[in-house]
């Protein structure tokens, strides 16, 4: 490891938040000797031995997010807190960048020193957006933050892959109709550990309480699981603008957290998760070597051509290409 | 190539309906032997130049997919068409088995000798589905059939992957409220270029009709996309039970394909299937190598316990298994 890379670990870990941001910005980087570096940086962190709650937050466009996230951050700032939001946006690989004005939507939140909002890197696949996460995860944890909360659009995997990289998954839900509780994925109700039905307020004050009541029954009737105590998955309904239900949402977290904490239940999902990571890390990790060897980039070309055209089989054209790839990473035979 | 494969290569393309499974169940092998087999009997296959349409089709349970396929493949052989039913259900891999009863439910069809009706293979992942899926398919066009259908159960990602296989996609929806519209993911919408409104019948015909209404409408909002002509994607009524609505649904597959080849599009859209297979193949036989690497299999277990212990970070893991496997495959440097 370079002078470099431990100083960075050192000003982060004692809770400098240029580090933080430029440690992040290195995990990002797909630069090989950024990768490098940036693994260096992870093994010297993980050995800070600090422990955050890891909490995942999805929701439908529209339903809140923001504000919940506002609201929710805030009042675990004021509780004595340090609240880390890191936003994940696989779709702003397609569009470029990452979400606009998340930063201007959390006014008050951006400005806590006690908060840190990191929007979504724009990455090309959802796999390199799970990899930079969950490096940014460990980061922030190595800081000293204490919650992390990892947001994410309801698009396409992005929910999966949140669950798969925290210890609980919130799922924020708007005020509606009996019927659009079909709407949503059954895959979602079975990865979500709270439901909140947002927007308790107001005019939709009662809708909210009665969409609760339809999501705890849809809830009741899923099956069991073990990492569960007894009344979760639950609902509850709360208003991001009033503040009302958050204080209850958060000793819910609390209680399941501490429930999973002292079952083993948490400790078992984290190896899992390391465990996952490692089978991803690997799977890019072929395709980037694949990739990147000349004996491949030499001949690959031409074997597409062969496909495109019907030359070759998808099948044979993948096999000469390996056994290039195998081949061209040993020395070439003495004549 | 052994003379083995020679001749099931020569029996398949003979209309031998026996060579016809035994080719697939060689497709369907992992062994690799079969796999090296089954190369060779592609390659032979491709040369036969024959030409199917090939076409997609999904619904959700209980919409009458097997009805409907039995209806309609019937349709076509009674019109002097060849038919070949693949079944593709990725979920079977967990319960370990194909679709029970699919031949049952298509009692008429199966008896057929115009008619072949294979069920889905049990593998262990959708990659694994798709490429025997597609080895399937090609063995079915060498061996005559005129038309392929491939039925899938709509369950995560099994509608994308099976439209990217076939020509065109039929969407089988139930008559149903307006409401229910949403139900159908955007996603799968996108993919239809058929929508067919089963159960056009009895008491539900003016639902149906509704319903088709609806579609119609919502199809109407999507990006006209360059491989449609006019009216296209579309949505029509149809009955399995009463055969109304399948001749007029048969048409407009003609319709459709016709302007596609004319155009070109076919053409494009089987290369461009090439293309995605040849990926799909490089990413599972990096894997499959990378797994059978003496160097890896002697050490991966040792670093995959580091990594559960949090000794080691999942990407220092997943580097050292690689350059374990890239330096496996080089031969030891002298003393």
């Known amino acids: 490891m370079t ?27 797909t630069r090989p000797d950024h990768r490098a570096a940036a693994r260096a ?8 031995e600090r422990d955050a709650m890891r909490i ?32 994940v946006d696989p779709s702003s690989a397609r ?43 460990l980061i922030c944890e190595a800081a000293g933050f204490d919650v992390i909360l990892v947001e994410t659009v309801g698009v396409g995997q992005s929910e999966t892959m949140v669950a798969d ?11 509606a109709g009996g019927d659009e509780l079909q709407g949503v994925k059954r895959g979602i109700m079975e990865i979500a550990d709270l439901i909140l039905v947002n927007k308790a307020d107001g005019d939709l004050a009662a809708t909210a309480t009665r969409t609760c009541a339809d999501y705890a029954g849809a809830l009741r009737l899923l099956r069991r ?18 503040g009302a239900g958050l204080e209850q949402a958060w000793e819910a977290m609390c209680r399941l957290d501490a429930w999973r904490r002292e079952g ?3 400790t078992a ?24 060897a000349p004996a491949v980039t030499a001949r690959l070309p031409a074997l597409a051509e062969g496909v495109r055209n019907g030359h070759l089989t998808p099948e044979d054209a993948a096999e000469q290409a390996l056994d290039l790839f195998v081949a061209g990473e040993k020395p070439l035979p003495r004549p």
């Open 3 to 29: 002078q470099d890379t431990e100083t960075l670990a050192r000003a982060v870990t004692s809770g400098d938040r240029r580090a933080l941001s430029r440690a992040i910005t290195l995990a990002e980087s």
């Open 41 to 48: 940086l992870l093994r010297v962190l993980a050995t800070a």
């Open 56 to 87: 995942g937050l999805s929701g439908t466009p529209g339903v809140g997010k923001s504000t919940f996230t506002e609201a929710f951050g805030m009042r675990l700032v004021e509780a004595g807190k340090r609240v880390a939001v890191l936003a």
């Open 95 to 137: 569009s470029g960048g990452s979400i606009l004005g998340d930063k201007t939507r959390m006014e008050r939140l951006s400005r806590a020193p006690e908060a840190f909002i990191r929007p979504s890197p724009a990455r090309s696949s959802l796999g390199g957006v799970a990899r930079r996460t969950r490096d940014a995860i």
């Open 165 to 175: 990289m925290t210890d609980l998954f919130l799922l924020l839900l708007a005020p």
């Open 225 to 242: 699981r073990p990492q569960d105590p007894e009344g979760f998955p639950a609902a509850m309904t709360c208003s991001a603008v009033t």
């Open 264 to 266: 083993g239940h948490l």
């Open 269 to 292: 999902r984290r190896r899992a998760q390391a465990m996952a990571a490692l089978d991803q890390e690997i799977r890019e990790g072929l395709l980037t070597r694949f990739r990147a």
